[in-house]
Structures are given as structure tokens and as C-alpha cells.
């Protein structure tokens, strides 16, 4: 399994921009796909988006389509989240996740199902306030 440390994240006025940081340790990452979820206050975690284990597969939740990017370094065992033009909805409590097998599964369902998951980052906090 690999492990996943977080950085990143804080408070931001609505239309910045942040990048989330996800690095991976104790196994060979482009063999992984990794994902990104969220969670804000009393509501599920919520999908917002993956990425193939070389990086040239990506899918997004339709709620940030077009803001957020996800990208990846393999060479240095790290996945980004770039998130531009933030809203204040897109507070909440950002994790990366990352599972065995770096091609996309083909259902939308199987790429957004957290269970699908076995190794998780700590979490880290986004907050879009004016």
C-alpha cells in the first residue's frame, strides 16, 4: 500500500486559486490512480475528481469541470490538485486517495466511489470566504 501525506490548502477570497499537494511514499505511484474527494460540513464525501497512474487520464466531478486540474510528477511521487476560480461551495475538508492500478476503471461510478479506495491522505482544509 502507499502512504499519502497532504499539503496545501487554507483560506482564500472567492475567484483564487490554491494547489493542493499529494506525496506518496512506500511504493511505485505511477502504478497507482489517484483521486481527489471532499467533504464539507454534515454532507457525504463528495468526488471531485482523478487521475491515471502516468497522467494522461484525467475525470472530473461536474461541479468542478473546467476549474480544477489534476496533475501529477511520478519522478517525485506527487499528485497536484490545482483548483482556479474558487466559490465559496467549494469549501470543505480535501483528501487524496489512491488505489492499485493506474488505468481508469470505465464507469463513472467505480472512479467516484470512495470504497474503491484503500489508501488515504490526512486531509487538508479549503476554505473560499470573502
Known amino acids: 500500500q502507499v502512504q499519502l501525506v497532504q499539503s496545501g490548502g487554507g483560506l482564500v477570497q472567492p475567484g483564487d486559486s490554491l494547489r493542493l499537494s499529494c506525496a506518496a511514499s512506500?511504493?511505485?505511484?505511477?502504478?497507482?490512480?489517484t483521486a481527489w474527494f471532499r467533504q464539507a460540513p454534515g454532507k457525504d464525501r463528495e468526488f471531485v475528481g482523478i487521475?491515471?497512474?502516468?497522467?494522461?487520464?484525467?475525470f472530473y466531478a461536474n461541479s468542478v469541470q473546467g476549474r480544477f486540474t489534476a496533475s501529477r510528477d511520478n519522478a517525485n511521487n506527487l499528485v497536484y490538485l490545482t483548483m482556479n476560480s474558487l466559490k465559496p461551495e467549494d469549501t470543505a475538508v480535501y483528501y487524496c486517495?489512491?488505489?492499485?492500478?493506474?488505468?481508469?476503471?470505465?464507469?463513472?461510478?467505480?472512479?467516484?466511489?470512495?470504497?474503491?479506495?484503500?489508501?488515504w491522505g490526512q486531509g487538508t482544509q479549503v476554505t473560499v470566504s470573502s
Open positions: 487521475i491515471g497512474g502516468t497522467g494522461r487520464s484525467t
Open positions: 512506500g511504493s511505485t505511484f505511477s502504478d497507482y490512480r
Open positions: 486517495a489512491a488505489e492499485l492500478g493506474g488505468v481508469l476503471p470505465p464507469s463513472s461510478r467505480a472512479r467516484s466511489n470512495p470504497n474503491q479506495y484503500h489508501s
